[in-house]
């Protein structure tokens, strides 16, 4: 395990930076898409579908540099291959959303509906809020969710912790990428023409 945070540690801070800076900039979107929309959820839908993808971007392009790092070592003999390196660092990157979502599921369980005041429920609101600042790339789904299914807060506590996957599926692809040296565009990037061979005996 100490092994593991001396070689990735500084990419796990990196993503966990990047996650600050999405989640900023996620809840400026959907606050400004709140404010301007007339009964139009699909607005703030957009804006989170936006600064989602933005967080993303950043996941796949810390991990691919990440990849292709490791990916020279192996090349030259000096490091094992280990193409589920990605998983492991977006898991560890991700910890505070997983304890959240543990948190949000936890104190819902023990809060009294009736009573919301009472101690689970107050921590409940705290952790709640702790969702938005710290996963506010996601504050339109939640919002569009609560509306879709006001009578289902236990599905909506799930919904907090399974939150992960998405950047745990492109932290892993992202990884291996790097590892083999490909792109996820790579299919559909044009090739270069192939350069004319030239007889150095003609003029």
Not at 5 to 10: A, D, L, T
Not at 37 to 57: D, E, M
Not at 83 to 112: C, E, S
Request: aromatic fraction near 12%; charge should be positive; hydrophobic fraction near 45%.
């Amino acid at each position: 395990m100490k092994e593991f945070w001396n070689e990735n540690g500084k990419y796990i801070g990196k993503m966990t930076l990047n996650q600050f800076g999405a989640t900023f900039f996620g809840v400026m979107l959907v606050l400004a898409a709140s404010a301007a929309q007339s009964q139009r959820t699909w607005l703030t839908l957009f804006a989170s579908a936006f600064a989602t993808a933005f967080y993303l971007f950043l996941i796949y392009t810390v991990l691919w540099e990440k990849g292709g790092q490791d990916r020279i070592r192996v090349d030259a003999g000096r490091a094992q291959r280990k193409p589920l390196t990605g998983f492991w660092i977006t898991l560890a990157a991700n910890i505070p959303n997983i304890v959240i979502g543990l948190l949000d599921i936890g104190t819902r369980l023990m809060m009294d509906p009736a009573n919301p005041d009472r101690l689970p429920g107050k921590i409940n609101s705290v952790v709640r809020a702790l969702c938005l600042l710290w996963e506010g790339m996601y504050a339109g789904f939640v919002s569009y969710a609560h509306t879709v299914a006001p009578n289902h807060p236990y599905l909506l506590s799930l919904t907090r912790l399974f939150i992960v996957i998405p950047a745990l599926f492109v932290g892993t692809l992202a990884y291996y990428l790097g590892l083999c040296n490909r792109r996820l565009l790579q299919p559909f990037e044009l090739k270069q023409p192939a350069a004319k061979e030239t007889n150095s005996g003609k003029r």
